[in-house]
């Protein structure tokens, strides 16, 4: 990583660097790369930087725990869901990280070169990421109840759009369809398609 490169963001992250082994360290993020240090200790072992451009990411990813075997996971860091970040080789890294959704829509919004919006999010990112979290978490539950009485109501598809807003708008629902599908759906897009659904909804409402 050259000197010029703004750093986004850095996190501390374990790096999965082999099936029996996770080294502990920094995850450093900028626009052109991501970039693992490894801690003090480690690289008094001899442990090296893992250096990965952007260009060469073909996907970013939440790779479920266990997902390798109960054995490996217990020293692989994969006790937990991890930050999986796959190359256009086919080869892909694993980080155990905290606020891992937020990361990864992070990430996504770096390889798709939105790093305005990045910087927006991060200006407090505590703060932010929670009063977001819980306004989606908010309108998704109304959506999920709305959803169910229209249903039991006999009126199928207002109640199906809603439940589809519900299951886009929460982020933790959001994430198991995203990984079932193979995609990320970030929450940008996903408040977009909340919107639509409700509108979609009202509509057949009126």
């Known amino acids: 990583m050259t000197n010029e490169e703004t750093i986004l963001k850095e996190i501390n992250a374990n790096y999965t660097q082999s099936e029996d082994r996770a080294i502990g360290g920094i995850l450093t993020i ?65 980080f155990v990280i905290s606020n891992l959704t937020e990361v990864v829509d992070d990430l996504q919004l770096v390889i798709n070169g939105d790093t305005l919006n990045l910087d927006e999010n991060n200006k407090n990112p505590e703060l932010g990421s929670l009063l977001l979290k819980g306004i989606a978490y908010l309108f998704g539950g109304i959506a999920l109840l709305l959803g169910v009485l229209y249903l039991a109501s006999s009126n199928i598809a207002v109640g199906i759009l809603l439940l589809f807003a519900a299951i886009i708008g929460m982020p933790y629902t959001r994430r198991i369809v995203g990984d079932a599908l193979g995609v990320r759906i970030n929450k940008w897009t996903a408040t977009v398609l909340f919107i639509l659904f409700w509108i979609t909804a009202s509509q057949l409402l009126a």
Do not use: H, M
Not at 76 to 90: E, P, Q, V
């Open 30 to 94: 900028t626009p052109e790369a991501v970039k693992s240090s490894p801690n003090k200790v480690d690289e008094l072992t001899g442990e090296n930087e893992l250096y990965i451009p952007v260009k060469y990411i073909e996907s970013i990813g939440i790779e479920e725990k266990f997902s390798n075997g109960v054995k490996s996971s217990l020293t692989n860091g994969g006790l937990r869901d991890r930050l999986r970040i796959k190359r256009k080789d086919g080869q892909p890294e694993f």
